[in-house]
């Protein structure tokens, strides 16, 4: 049995219709994956909130509306790593996520009434929760339905082998290649688990479908929280040699240092 975690992988590419019939790629470089901390102070001899009690990170995902997304990840980070409370009692996962899905519906709002669009953000909450001592994944949505803009905020039962939760574009085809591609390997192998992540990269790679593409991003999160991974692959099709990339960036080429310290994030094929 695998070590409880769950996996997250995206690829790049920020694109826009701008009036065209296709999408055009405007970004194949970009974040979509973040690790969203979450710290906690109680009051401490000093008589301020000055004593930490809890620190932890989980996962944020996006697809949709990139302005919307970035801007609310960008607020959340500063907020959600300062709270307070008198008791050591830090928030559960759902309520995470009923906050983050507040600020989200408050930006689509702002960013809509200036535009005159229906610009729209899918969002994903996910990790360990520790609170409730289990693994948790929530689905921010939006809802038009019934004439009023709302977002759904749902938990997903991601207790099965099987589960595979998709945002944006091309789900119901991304979903049935997944199916395809497991259906022909060994129940529980490595391949079968890996099969998300395999078909992921595979529509990177060839460009079926223009808002999907740039490169894949991966990260992961466990008990201890969310982590982001390099992506490992080979410099040449079948060959051993393989290249290091974050965000398509090769990593020992573009960044591998910052003054006398290198990058030390794990990576993974």
């Known amino acids: ?76 980070l500063p907020l959600l790593s300062n709270l307070a409370s008198l008791e050591e009692t830090p928030p559960r996962l759902d309520e995470v996520a009923l906050f983050v899905s507040e600020l989200l519906r408050q930006f689509t709002i702002s960013r809509n009434q200036y535009l005159g669009d229906k610009s729209c953000s899918e969002i994903a909450i996910f990790g360990y929760c ?12 939006p809802d038009l339905s019934g004439g009023s803009f709302h977002i759904v905020c749902s938990e997903v039962d991601a207790s099965e082998e099987d589960y595979v939760l998709l945002l944006g574009d091309k789900k119901p085809e991304i979903l049935a290649d997944i199916q395809a591609r497991r259906s022909g390997v060994e129940l529980r192998s490595i391949q079968w688990w890996r099969t998300p992540k395999i078909t992921i990269s595979g529509v990177v790679e060839n460009g079926a479908y223009p ?34 990339r974050y965000l398509g960036f090769e990593v020992w080429d573009t960044f591998d240092r910052v003054g006398q310290c290198h990058i030390n994030m794990p990576g993974m094929a």
């Open 211 to 244: 808002t999907i593409g740039g490169s894949v991003q991966m990260g992961i999160a466990d008990e201890r929280g969310y982590f982001p991974f390099i992506v490992c692959s080979p410099i040449a099709a079948g060959s051993p040699p393989t290249t290091m």
């Open 130 to 141: 520790h609170m409730t001592s289990r693994f948790r994944v929530f689905h921010l949505s």
């Open 1 to 76: 049995m695998p070590t409880p975690n769950i996996w997250a992988i995206a690829d790049t590419r920020i694109s826009s219709l701008d009036g065209r019939e296709s999408a055009v790629p405007l970004l194949n470089e970009a974040s979509k994956l973040f690790s969203l901390p979450i710290t906690c102070v109680k009051p401490g001899r000093d008589g301020f909130f000055s004593e930490r009690y809890f620190s932890h990170s989980v996962g944020f995902a996006y697809a949709g509306g990139s302005l919307i997304a970035l801007n609310l990840y960008s607020a959340l």
